[in-house]
């Protein structure tokens, strides 16, 4: 296999890929990070060949790991250009739209994108499509229910799918109402049923912002209309992805909510890694699917206007989300506001073309300001 980059390996998807990557016995080209934290240095002394990448660190944390010479690099578009390395597999486990980027980087250098950082593809799903096409780099998805979906379309002919399912588990609140929902706190919205995440995406699966922003990827990965991508909730988390034939047969891709099991996929595709696991307990097994409650989650309805929208509207989406998470898990607003600033900013911001990177960074800057404005009174 070849070398990986492994960028945002200090995160959860990060951490998962780097367990992956012992167990096939490959070679870490690089590894990246926001900060020059005490894990990050712990990586780059276990991995002694792997050149490093610190986004944004502190003085303190620029001089010890300058200490470790020329294999490490400062800054986000240095920390970018390691996903340039040719003939490499670069992992983005990056979260937020800071992710974007290396995405492109990577995609014009012709390397393999496992893709995790779903923001990609929200906030500039052309622009990276014109940067694989362009490079001839090819994206393996990893998030689950894109993987999951890849691999059901693989042998599909055009004209044979009618429409694709991502499953969503519901979260922590599935079943509660609007009023119940109002005023929970980031502890409770932090306890995820059926998944370990890092702390946005699980605010996300909280609120359903999650599933707005993987119908968005969906729509950009596979050049599927919004009205033939639905979403089903299913709290087992086990059935990922559904493809609906046009002959009325039902393709569902399922398997344990191991991360670990895309991220292998991402890596070894087209070919099929090893688990060491016992068989999949399969008749001890229920599946349960039903539909989501937009009442109670209207960022899922969001997901789909900014969708048909079109243009910069999902990074608008994706970066007041960003915002009102971070407002939300610092006790600024309240769980229910996320949504609201989501739908101001959304009201506030112009639709603009996204042609290019600077486009989709100009509008997600723009709606960064315009959420922080409508943190103040959303509450
Ligand atoms: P985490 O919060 O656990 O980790 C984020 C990682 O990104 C950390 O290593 C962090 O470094 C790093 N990072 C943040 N900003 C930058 C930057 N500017 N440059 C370089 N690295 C940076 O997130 P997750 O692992 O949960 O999620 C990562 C991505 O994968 C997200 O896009 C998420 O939506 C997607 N995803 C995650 C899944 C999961 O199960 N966790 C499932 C499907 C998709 P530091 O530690 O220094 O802050
Ligand atoms: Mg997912």
């Not at 780099?137 to 991502?166: M, N, T």
Request: with cysteine; net charge negative; proline share 7%.
């Amino acid at each position: 296999m070849r070398p990986v980059a492994v960028l945002g390996a200090t995160g959860s998807i990060g951490r998962q890929t780097l367990e992956v990557i012992a167990e096939m016995e490959a070679e870490v080209a690089a590894i990246a990070a926001r900060r020059g934290s005490r894990e990050l240095w712990d990586l780059a002394t276990a991995h002694p060949q792997a050149r490093i990448g610190v986004a944004a660190p502190t003085p303190t944390e620029r001089d010890q790991f300058g200490g470790l010479g020329s294999r490490v690099v400062f800054g986000d578009e240095a920390v970018a250009s390691l996903a340039g390395e040719p003939g490499i597999i670069v992992v983005n486990a990056v979260v937020g739209v800071a992710g974007l980027k290396a995405s492109l980087v990577a995609a014009e250098a012709g390397n393999r994108l496992a893709l995790a950082n779903k923001e990609s593809m929200v906030a500039g799903g052309p622009v990276v499509g014109a940067a694989l096409a362009a490079g001839g780099g090819e994206l393996i998805p990893v998030d689950s229910e894109h993987s999951a979906l890849f691999q059901l379309l693989a042998e599909r002919k055009p004209g044979e799918v009618r429409r694709l399912v991502l499953t969503a588990s519901g979260g922590p609140f599935r079943g509660m109402t609007a009023d119940q929902v109002a005023d929970v706190t980031p502890e409770q919205a932090l306890r995820h049923p059926t998944w370990q995440m890092g702390p946005r995406i699980t605010i996300d699966s909280a609120t359903l912002m999650n599933k707005a922003l993987e119908v968005i990827e969906a729509h950009h990965l596979f050049g599927f209309p919004y009205d033939a991508i639905e979403v089903v909730v299913h709290p087992q988390s086990l059935v990922h992805g559904v493809v609906e034939l046009s002959d009325g047969a039902l393709l569902a891709h399922f398997c344990d909510p191991d991360m670990r099991i895309p991220i292998r996929y991402a890596l070894t595709h087209p070919e099929r890694g090893t688990r060491r696991a016992p068989h999949f307990p399969l008749a001890a097994t229920s599946l349960t699917f039903e539909p989501p409650d937009l009442e109670t989650f209207p960022a899922l309805r969001l997901g789909y206007e900014a969708g048909r929208a079109g243009g910069s509207a999902p990074a608008v989406l994706n970066a007041a989300d960003e915002i009102a998470v971070q407002a939300f898990l610092t006790g600024r607003i309240g769980f229910a506001s996320i949504a609201v600033v989501v739908e101001r900013t959304l009201n506030d911001v112009p639709v603009g073309p996204v042609e290019s990177v600077g486009q989709v960074l100009e509008a997600d800057l723009e709606a960064r300001l315009v959420a922080t404005g409508h943190l103040g009174n959303s509450c």
